[in-house]
């Protein structure tokens, strides 16, 4: 079993920068790609950016695409997201996962880990 605890959330103001952390409890994670999902209210989860095992590929959701950069660290276990020009419209309840496979992108049925989410607010 692996645990994902998400950190690093937190209230900004628009245009700041914000980076969130998620740190598995087993490095087994470092042969799976992983993710960061959000959620708002009343939403579904939606994806934002995910990453393969070796940090060879990335993959962003449209909407963060050249503010949003994912990011790894195999020997410390942990997944980014630094956040960069924030929007009130990214304020969400932000989700790691980890996936079963090296490669994975927006499908959420390839990922069988998730944190319990860690909240970022971006007032205007």
């Known amino acids: 079993q692996v645990r994902l605890t998400e950190s690093g959330g937190g209230l900004v103001q628009e245009g700041a920068s914000l980076t969130v952390s998620c740190t598995a409890s087993?490095?087994?994670?470092?042969?799976?790609?992983m993710a960061w999902f959000r959620q708002t209210p009343g939403k579904g989860r939606e994806f934002v950016a995910s990453i393969s095992w070796n940090s060879g590929n990335s993959i962003y959701a449209d909407s963060v695409k050249g503010r949003f950069t994912i990011s790894r660290d195999n020997a410390k276990s942990t997944l980014y997201l630094q956040m960069n020009n924030l929007k009130p419209e990214d304020t969400a309840l932000y989700y790691c996962a980890a996936s079963r496979y090296s490669y994975s992108g927006s499908d959420q049925t390839t990922y069988n880990y998730w944190g319990q989410g860690t909240q970022v607010t971006v007032s205007s």
């Open positions: 087993r490095r087994t994670t470092s042969n799976n790609a």
